[in-house]
């Protein structure tokens, strides 16, 4: 049977979503499926995976191929640069997929560099509405609700990325 | 633009232990096997961190796609001109280093 739960992750949480899917998968739900803060589990009380998220772009089959000959299921993906792989809790010889800090860092430096890049690109898509303080744009009835939702827009954006960048510190002082 | 192989030095022992092991053509995971048994099981990779190693490698190329016929999903590396000359290189540096200091250590020890 299919159960679907919504919850919100940022980027920069990604070890926190690995846990609570794993800690799910312990409780007989294991993930299936990923779209939009939608997660969708099938419940099987006798299995127990352990997961874990990659943040690649541009994968090929080479690269999916790896990672299940090492030992990583391929469950799921999300806007196809977070993907999701699975384990079974009793594979003690699966390797975790980053074995040193350097590889670590270096995944959340790529998910910094794509993160930017929507960014920059929402900030010139909305040229039209900052531009728009100063003019005539103001009589336009959704104004500020767009106003609104691009600073909401603007400031977890800014969040994430000031959190990954924190990550990257972290690791590099260890 | 060609990177001068002493640019390259020194390796980390993940990216050393990988340019060893391609004294054959391997794919991803003969690569991390290899790794653990030539290191005798005191290297051991994650499939993310040689993925992201590869990439880079082969960015630099230091080791580039190998052609393999019949197969499938996976993909075939080997070294490049450049990283045989990096891999002996390193290997020279490592060994002087050993050599250079062997008899100081022996006497410290000694002591």
Known sequence: ?174 | MRKEPEAFLPLSQATYYILLSLREVRHGYAIMQDVEEVSKGEVTMGPGTLYGALSKLEKQKVVEKAQVQDDDRRKYYQLTELGREVLQLEYKRLKSLVENSSEIIQQMEGN
């Open chain 1, 1 to 174: 049977m299919a159960k679907r739960k919504f919850r919100l992750f940022l980027g920069s949480d990604v070890g926190k979503e690995e846990e609570w899917l794993t800690e799910m998968s312990r409780n007989g739900l294991h993930l299936q499926k990923y779209q939009l803060f939608s997660y969708t589990f099938e419940e099987d009380p006798e299995k127990s995976y352990v997961y874990q998220i990659d943040f690649q772009q541009n994968v090929k089959d080479d690269y999916l191929q790896l990672y299940k000959d090492a030992g990583w299921e391929y469950v799921t993906n999300a806007i196809n640069a977070f993907h999701y792989f699975r384990t079974e809790t009793s594979n003690k010889e699966v390797r975790k997929l980053y074995s040193d800090k350097e590889s670590i860092r270096d995944s959340f430096n790529r998910m910094i560099r794509f993160y930017v890049t929507i960014f920059l690109c929402f900030l010139v898509s909305q040229l039209g509405i900052f531009t728009g303080l100063f003019n005539s744009w103001k009589s336009y009835p959704f104004y500020y609700t767009i106003v609104g939702v691009d600073a909401v827009v603007i400031v977890l954006y800014v969040y994430v990325l000031l959190s990954l960048r924190k990550r990257v510190q972290s690791i590099e002082r260890k």
